[in-house]
């Protein structure tokens, strides 16, 4: 995947240009005792490492969410059928053979499901699924 990355940093030689970048080191634990840190591309060719507080987070998570959306071929609001699911957290309310709403998409591939009633059922690691033409 291509991603770019959004400078921030007024005082950064490259303020307001988007360059191809990714994250190389993500907090994993959210311990907030460090700053993520990505690597980018210049025009010129040389590779610049920044930190998450140069750049748009968002912007960057958003580009990994639409990513996920194409490969799961799905949108949060979507009522859809779980064809394979694999990893995750399931409530006891959760059948594999129910439809559920997506709810939410994360960067990393999680995918949270509701209910008809919009009642939380399970969050899933990159799931497959089939969108419902008629849901529920």
Same mark, same amino acid.
């Given at each position: 995947m291509d991603t770019t990355i959004l400078i921030t940093d007024p005082d950064h030689k490259y303020y307001n240009q988007r360059l191809k970048g990714y994250c190389y080191y993500y907090d994993y634990q959210f311990t907030g005792n460090s700053p993520d840190?990505?690597?980018?591309?210049?025009p010129e060719g040389k590779t610049i490492r920044l930190l998450s507080l140069q %750049? *748009?987070?968002?912007?960057y998570e958003n580009q990994l969410i639409e990513e996920k959306r194409k490969k799961l071929n799905a949108k949060e609001g979507d009522t859809v059928l779980i064809t394979h699911i694999g990893s995750g957290t399931y409530t006891n309310n959760f059948r594999s053979y129910n439809q559920y709403k %997506? *709810?939410?998409?994360?960067?990393?591939?999680h995918v949270d499901f509701v209910d008809d009633k919009g009642?939380?059922?399970a969050t899933i690691f990159r799931p497959i699924v089939e969108v419902v033409d008629f849901p529920f």
């Open positions: 840190l990505y690597s980018a591309t210049t %750049i *748009d987070t968002k912007d %997506i *709810d939410k998409i994360t960067p990393s591939g009642i939380f059922v």
